[in-house]
């Protein structure tokens, strides 16, 4: 079947070629910072269960407080934002007796984030993009929860493919242009991601491209599934993604060394999001955008990386600086590896021609 290739995909990589682009920041800490009450949570939807807490679900009770937000990340110098449904999925959403507004919530974030980026381009003709955020869910493919019985799984692989393709129809038909499988701890489920994307393609004709961003869980460089970073891109290329990268996890001091292994490896763009640093004994992220800023731009300036943003306790301040210190740098170049079998266990293994 022939796919109608996106417009989107080769107006970014356009865009690309001519400097290091911006993502946004962190939405859940700008949500807290405005504390919010359950009733601004539940609106008038009737839900049987309390909503505060569920900030996917205030794309419908609230959509001026989401569109405050990307106003201000698109404010700072974003050319992409993401939309705020990281849990605005089927199996997150039970938690909150919501399953039946994953479409509502997917199209209304989508659609706030689409008009945003329209307004901000007629302003000016510089292309933003909109990428539907797509979260790992809170269960995992590849692991057990029961100690006891390590071959028991609580989901199968085409439950959550049916997961993502509900997530992901609702993201496209809201208005957005790439579908970015996020905060991979689980190899496994990027792979259902990403397989979901694959089904809606087909349905609907055309590309819908993606971009893929791993979490790790320790400073050796793995998920939660075991990957290393070079094996998480064999098991991943095949999907042709518009960037590869990481984000989570940690500040961008810690992500250095596996920042630089993946500049090297991915023939595609490379995106990083880091946490604003490490959390305090609170719990509280408080690095200054300026030494965010600072790190990252190293990255830039050593030609590795595309695209840069911020993930947990990142602020409008935060992408406004990073904007800043990476402005007329030029962007990493997209390698051509030599051809090779290049196979994914918990560690890559390479066959040489």
Known sequence: MSLQPSKARQSFLAEAAKRVLISDGAFGTQIQNRKLAEEDYAGDLGLSA???????????????????????????GSDVV?????SANRISQADYKAEDKVRDINVASGRIARELCDEYEGRDGRPRFVAGAIGPTNKTLSLSPDVEDPGFREIDFD????????????????GCDFILIETVFDTLNAKAGVMAVKKLERELGREVPVMISM?????????????????????????????????????????????????????TLLMVYPNAGLPNELGEYDEAPETTAGLVADWAENGQVNVLGGCCGSTPEHIAAIAKAVDGVSPRSIPSPAVAMRLAGLESFVVAA
Not at 82 to 86: D, I, L, P, V
Not at 159 to 174: F, K, P, R, S, T
Not at 218 to 247: E, Q, Y
């Open 215 to 267: 979490t790790l869980t320790d400073l050796s460089g793995r998920n939660l599934s075991g990957h290393t970073v070079d094996a998480f891109w064999n098991a991943v290329r095949h999907a042709k993604p518009v960037t590869i990268g990481l984000n989570c996890s940690f500040g961008a001091e810690q992500l250095r060394p596996h920042v630089k292994v993946l500049s090297g490896l991915a023939d």
């Open 82 to 86: 993401s939309t705020n449904t990281f």
């Open 50 to 76: 309390d909503q505060k807490g569920n900030n996917d679900i205030l794309a419908l009770t609230r959509p001026d407080v989401i569109a405050d937000i990307t106003r201000n990340y698109l404010d700072a």
């Open 159 to 174: 439950e959550l493919v049916d997961v993502y393709h509900e997530q992901a129809a609702a993201l496209m038909e809201g």
